[in-house]
C-alpha cells in the first residue's frame, strides 16, 4: 500500500529515539542509534525537499563533534595516560580553577569530550529524520486551532528558515562583485543586512498570504469568555500542581492529581477555542495499524534504555579510566532493532517527482 | 444587493500611511462590476500596489496606515471585515508566487484555503481535481512547488485561491518574473476565468503588452488620484502605454486600436508608405539600421572594434549537481553592443552570466577578456575593475543605511576619487536625495544606484540580469539610454532579458540560449522579427517592414520627411 504514515508517529518515533540517544555515551549504542535512523530514513523518505535536507543534519552532526573536541583542546579538563597532543598550557589564578587553558590532550579525554558530542549530535540526527521522514508543515496541519496565532508564526518559521541558507548564499555572491573575498568576518554587516531584510520582506508575504486565503477566520459569535476562564484555570491548576510535584512537604493531593486536572482544564480550553475556528482538513492522514507500530517499535526501544539505566548504568557509558571497550548491552540492542522495523513494516511513501516536474504539454 | 450593485465600490477613499506626508490614496471613487477584466496601470509608486491593497482589506489591516471613506466588496465593508473574512470572496495573488505558497505539493496548496473556509472535505477533494483541469495542471499535483517553473507556480498560484471560488481574483504583476511562454500560459488561464465562469479580475502589471488587449476597463493611477475608462480612451493620454498603443497615439489613428489584429488593419496606409524602405531595409540586413537613419554613429563604432571582442568564452559549461546548466557555450561579445541574452525560465542565462563574470560556477571552459585576461583568475577587487556584474536581485549589493553612504563606500572599495559614484548616480537618475534609504528609492533609482556602484569601478564589459523586472515604460527607457551610451563607449554590454519590447531597444545583437546551449546568435532585427513568441508588437503590426519600435518607424517616415498627420 502506498500512502504517507502520519506525521505524529513518526516525530513520536524519533523523539522516542532522541530520547533514548541521550542516556548514553556507549559508542556502540550510539552508532546503532545512528544505523536505525539512516536506515529507515533511506527506505521511507519521498523525493521532497524535506526529504533530501536529512543530508544536511549529518552534516551539523559532523560539526558538533568536532567543534566538541577542539573546545575540549582548547579549554577542556584533560585527563588520562596517553598523550596525544602536546599543547602547552596557560597558568590560570586559583579563581579559575575549573578551566584548563591549553594542556596535553590525553587519548581518554579526547575520547569522552568526542562521545559526548556524538550524543548530541545522535539526537539532532534523531530530529532530521523526523523532518525527513514527516514534513513539518504536515505536522502543524494538526496543531490546535485555537493557538492559530502560534500556529502562523510557526508555519512563517519552518517556511523561510530553509530559505536562509539561500539567501545567504546569494548574497555572499553579491559580495564579491564590490570586490570582497566571499568570507570575512568584517563583512558580517554587509551580508546580514540584506539577508534579514529579505527574510522579513519573505516573512511578512507568507503572513499576509495566509491571512489573505482566510487562516484563522472565525464567524462572529464566539464563545470567549469561557474559553479564557478554562484556560486560565487550567493553567493555574498546572502551576500549583508541578509546584506540589516538586516540593516534597506539601500534601500529595496538591501534587499529581491538581496537575492532571490543570492539564485536562488546559485541553478544554483548547477544545473551546478551537470549535470557534472552523476549519477542515483534505485529506485526513489516517491513524492505522501501522502508525501504532511505529510508536510501539520507538516506545520498545525507549523503554529497552530506561530498564538498562536502572539495572546496569555501567553498560551505557564509555570506561575511560581504565580505558577499556565498551560493554555490548543486550536489552537495548534489542530494542533498538525493535526500533528499525518501521524501515520495512511501514507503508511506502507516495514518489514526488525528482528534481525536474515533467514539462506539460500545451493545454 | 440588488444584482446591478457593483461587486466592489470604492467612494471617497483615501489611505495615508504613518511617516508619509503625502496621502498614497487621494479621494478615490471606483466601482467594478460583476465579470469584468480591470487593468490598472501607472508609474511605480504611484499607489497601484496600495489600490489592490484595499480591495481586500490588507491595507490597512496588514500595513498599517489610515482609512478614510469607503471600501465595499460585496456589500462587506473592509473597515469591519478583515482580509480573512473576506477569504471567501476575494482571492489575492501576488508578484512572487513562491512567497505565497504555504504547503509543499500542488494539490495540497490547492485545498489550503477550502480548508481555512471550512468546506467538506467531498467538496474540496471535487474542486481540486477541477481546478487542477482547468489550469492545465493535473498532472503535476504532487509535485513540490519549489521544482515548478515560473509559470506553473503562478498558475498554481491563482489555482490556488481559484478553488475557493472567489468572485474577484486580485492579481499584482502576475506575468513580471515570467518568460513570454510562462506569461501567455497565465494569461490565457486569466482570460478564461472571466469569459467562461464570469470571476471579476482585476489585474495591475507593467508589461502592458502582454494584457492590454485582454482589459475590458483601464484605470489609470497617477499620484495617488484614479481615473478609469475603456482602453483606447484612457491610453489616449496615459502616461504609460505599450507599443501597440504608442503607435497608434503617433500616427494618429482613431479609435485607438488596442489589438495587434486591430492595429494592422489600421497600418495597412502606413505600411505601404514604409514598404519600399522595408523591402530596401531587408535587402541589406546587417546594415538596415544604418539605411534607417538610426543609431548610425553607433553602427560605424561597432563595426571597427567587432574585430576584437569585449569578452570571448571558448567551451563554458557549468553543472550543479547532476544538472547541466550550461553546456559547452562558445560566444564573441562584441565591444561597443548591447547583447540581448533570452531564452525561457531555466534556459541557463544567469548561469552563463555569473560564469562569464567569474564569480559563479564554471566546471569546464576558457573566458577571456579583450586584453587576454580571464575574469575567473582575477581576485574579487581587481575583477571589479575589469568586468561589472548586477544580479538578478539588485538590492543585495547594498547593505547601508543611506545612498551617499552606499557611493562613498563604492568610491573607496574601488579606489576611485571620492564623489566619482554619486556623480555617476546624478547622470543616471539625477536628484536622488543623499539622506534617502536605498530601501526606499523607486525600482528604477535601486537599479540606477546599482548600475553606478558597479560602474564606479569602471568596468569595460558590464553583465546585467534581468534589470527590467518591476521598471515602468520610462524607467525601462531611460535604462536603454544608458546601455546604449555605455556601447557607445566603446563598453561591452550584456542584458539578460525576458522583455521582447526592451530588447527591441536597447540591443544590438540577440542570443537565445535553450536548455544551456546558444541556440540563435544575429542581429535583432533578424532574430526577434521571425520569432513569434520574440517578436516585438510593432514589428508584428507592421511585418513584413522589418521595423522593430516606435523610434524606429519615426526615424523612417522623418528620413521621408513625411507628416505625420496625412499617415
Request: proline share 7%; aromatic share 4%; charged share 20%.
Amino acid at each position: 500500500m502506498i500512502r504517507h504514515l502520519h506525521p505524529a508517529a513518526w516525530w513520536l518515533w524519533a523523539l522516542a529515539l532522541a530520547a533514548g540517544a541521550s542516556m548514553t555515551t556507549n559508542p556502540v549504542l550510539l552508532a546503532a542509534h545512528v544505523g536505525v535512523l539512516v536506515a529507515v530514513v533511506l527506505a521511507r523518505r519521498d523525493g521532497s525537499p524535506w526529504g533530501r535536507a536529512f543530508r544536511l543534519y549529518a552534516v551539523l552532526g559532523v560539526v558538533i563533534v568536532l567543534v566538541r573536541l577542539v573546545l575540549h583542546a582548547l579549554v577542556g579538563l584533560k585527563f588520562g595516560d596517553i598523550p596525544l597532543l602536546p599543547v602547552p598550557e596557560a597558568h590560570l589564578p586559583s579563581w579559575a580553577a575549573g578551566i584548563q587553558l591549553g594542556g596535553t590532550v590525553y587519548l581518554e579525554g579526547a575520547l569522552g569530550a568526542g562521545l559526548e558530542g556524538a550524543r548530541l549530535a545522535t539526537m539532532i540526527l534523531a530530529i532530521g529524520a523526523a523532518n525527513a521522514l514527516a514534513s513539518p508543515k504536515r505536522l502543524l496541519k494538526v496543531f490546535p486551532a485555537a493557538l492559530h496565532e502560534i500556529g502562523a508564526a510557526l508555519v512563517v518559521a519552518v517556511t523561510v528558515a530553509p530559505q536562509l541558507a539561500g539567501s545567504v548564499q546569494r548574497v555572499a555572491r553579491a559580495r564579491q562583485l564590490r570586490g570582497e573575498p566571499a568570507l570575512r568576518l568584517k563583512g558580517f554587516r554587509s551580508i546580514a543586512m540584506p539577508v534579514l531584510q529579505d527574510t522579513l520582506d519573505r516573512s511578512l508575504a507568507l503572513a499576509a498570504a495566509m491571512d489573505g486565503r482566510g487562516y484563522g477566520r472565525r464567524p462572529e459569535s464566539t464563545n470567549g469568555r469561557a474559553t479564557g476562564a478554562l484556560t486560565l484555570l487550567g493553567l493555574l491548576g498546572s502551576c500549583v500542581g508541578i509546584y506540589g510535584l516538586l516540593d516534597t512537604t506539601s500534601p500529595a493531593a496538591l501534587g499529581l492529581p491538581t496537575l492532571v486536572v490543570g492539564l485536562l482544564l488546559c485541553v478544554a480550553g483548547l477544545w473551546s477555542g478551537g470549535r470557534s475556528v472552523p476549519r477542515t482538513i483534505y485529506r485526513r492522514d489516517p491513524w492505522g495499524a501501522p502508525e501504532w507500530l511505529t510508536i510501539a517499535c520507538g516506545a520498545a526501544a525507549l523503554v529497552a534504555m530506561l530498564v538498562t539505566v536502572r539495572r546496569d548504568p555501567a553498560a551505557l557509558g564509555m570506561p575511560l579510566a581504565p580505558l577499556g571497550l565498551p560493554a555490548l548491552p543486550v536489552l537495548p540492542l534489542a530494542g533498538l532493532a525493535l526500533a528499525a522495523v518501521p524501515a520495512v513494516a511501514t507503508p511506502v511513501p507516495p514518489l514526488v517527482s525528482a528534481r525536474r516536474a515533467p514539462r506539460e504539454v500545451a493545454a | 444587493m440588488t444584482a446591478y450593485d457593483p461587486v466592489i465600490s470604492l467612494s471617497h477613499v483615501t489611505i495615508h500611511y504613518p511617516d508619509a506626508a503625502e496621502a498614497a490614496l487621494r479621494d478615490v471613487d471606483l466601482e467594478i462590476e460583476e465579470g469584468e477584466l480591470v487593468l490598472v496601470i501607472g508609474r511605480t509608486g504611484s499607489g497601484k500596489s496600495t489600490l489592490l491593497g484595499t480591495l481586500n482589506g490588507h491595507v490597512p489591516h496588514f500595513t498599517g496606515g489610515r482609512l478614510s471613506g469607503r471600501v465595499r466588496v460585496l456589500g462587506r465593508d473592509t473597515a469591519t471585515h478583515r482580509p480573512r473574512d473576506l477569504a471567501d470572496v476575494i482571492g489575492v495573488v501576488g508578484q512572487d508566487p513562491l512567497a505565497g505558497f504555504v504547503t509543499d505539493t500542488v494539490e495540497e496548496e490547492l485545498a489550503y484555503g477550502m480548508e481555512q473556509l471550512a468546506l467538506p472535505p467531498a467538496t474540496m477533494r471535487k474542486r481540486v481535481e477541477e481546478t487542477l483541469d482547468l489550469l492545465g495542471i493535473a498532472d503535476l499535483r504532487a509535485a513540490p512547488l519549489r521544482d515548478l517553473s515560473g509559470g506553473q507556480q503562478q498558475r498554481v498560484a491563482i489555482g490556488s485561491v481559484l478553488a475557493a471560488h472567489p468572485r474577484i481574483l486580485v492579481l499584482d504583476e502576475p506575468t513580471s518574473a515570467l518568460d513570454p511562454t510562462g506569461a501567455e500560459e497565465v494569461l490565457a488561464a486569466l482570460t478564461r476565468l472571466v469569459h467562461d465562469l464570469g470571476v471579476t479580475v482585476v489585474v495591475a502589471e507593467h508589461r502592458l503588452e502582454r494584457v492590454v488587449q485582454y482589459a475590458d476597463r483601464v484605470v489609470e493611477v497617477v499620484d495617488g488620484t484614479v481615473r478609469d475608462g475603456i482602453p483606447s480612451a484612457i491610453f489616449e493620454t496615459a502616461s504609460v502605454a505599450p507599443p501597440v498603443l504608442d503607435l497608434g497615439r503617433y500616427a494618429g489613428w482613431s479609435p485607438l486600436p488596442v489589438t495587434i489584429r486591430d492595429a494592422r488593419r489600421a497600418a495597412a496606409p502606413l505600411r505601404a508608405r514604409l514598404g519600399d524602405q522595408g523591402t530596401s531595409a531587408s535587402r541589406g540586413r546587417s546594415n538596415q539600421q544604418t539605411s534607417l537613419g538610426v543609431h548610425i554613429s553607433l553602427t560605424s563604432a561597432s563595426r571597427g572594434s567587432s574585430a576584437s571582442p569585449g569578452v570571448r568564452a571558448r567551451g563554458v559549461r557549468v553543472d550543479y549537481g547532476g544538472v547541466r546548466a550550461v553546456a559547452d557555450v562558445d560566444l564573441d561579445l562584441p565591444a561597443g553592443r548591447v547583447t540581448a541574452l533570452m531564452g525561457r525560465n531555466g534556459a541557463g542565462k544567469s548561469s552563463l552570466l555569473w560564469a562569464l563574470h567569474g564569480t559563479g560556477t564554471r566546471t569546464a571552459g576558457r573566458v577571456s577578456l579583450a586584453d587576454g585576461r580571464d575574469p575567473a583568475g582575477l581576485k574579487p577587487g581587481v575583477r571589479r575593475g575589469a568586468i561589472g556584474l548586477v544580479p538578478q536581485t539588485a538590492t543585495d549589493l547594498l547593505y547601508l543605511d543611506t545612498v551617499a553612504a552606499e557611493c562613498r563606500q563604492a568610491d573607496t572599495e574601488s579606489s576611485r576619487d571620492s564623489g566619482t559614484c554619486a556623480r555617476l548616480l546624478e547622470e543616471l537618475a539625477p536628484g536622488i536625495p543623499g539622506d534617502r534609504h536605498p530601501r526606499d528609492l523607486s525600482e528604477g533609482q535601486k537599479l540606477a544606484l546599482v548600475l553606478a556602484v558597479q560602474l564606479t569601478a569602471g568596468p569595460q564589459v558590464l553583465l546585467l540580469d534581468e534589470p527590467t523586472r518591476g521598471l515602468d515604460y520610462p524607467a525601462k527607457a531611460r535604462l536603454a539610454d544608458t546601455l546604449r551610451g555605455l556601447a557607445d563607449h566603446g563598453h561591452t554590454v550584456v542584458v539578460s532579458t525576458h522583455d521582447v519590447e526592451f530588447v527591441a531597444e536597447s540591443a544590438d545583437e540577440v542570443v537565445v540560449m535553450a536548455e544551456g546551449e546558444v541556440v540563435a546568435q544575429g542581429p535583432t532585427a533578424e532574430i526577434v522579427a521571425s520569432s513569434p513568441a520574440f517578436a516585438p508588437q510593432v514589428a508584428k503590426i507592421l511585418a513584413p517592414v522589418p521595423l522593430l519600435t516606435v523610434a524606429q518607424v519615426r526615424a523612417a517616415l522623418a528620413e521621408r520627411a513625411a507628416p505625420r498627420e496625412t499617415v
